[in-house]
């Protein structure tokens, strides 16, 4: 993917849009990533697939639900602008 679309990704917080705004996240429902996968998903196939991987199977939601205050406050934080998971660039 082009750095341009990688950027515009981390900076709209597409890979926490589950975790809540009180963590750094977008705070979206099952229903919002939903339909915000789908606009993705019709005009790319590969731009899809970097914001649902995080969002499905990242740690973010587990550590927001059953992490200590610690590790939200450094892990989920970090989410917003993807700084905590180096995989995610």
Known sequence: MPEDIWRFVRDQGFLGMLISKEHGGLGFSA????????KISSRSPDGVTIVMVPNSLGP?????????????????????AATRFSALR
């Open 31 to 38: 229903q919002a990533q939903s339909l915000v996968l789908g």
């Open 60 to 80: 973010g939601e587990l550590i927001e639900k059953y992490g200590t205050e610690a590790q939200r406050r450094i892990i989920c934080r970090g989410s917003r």
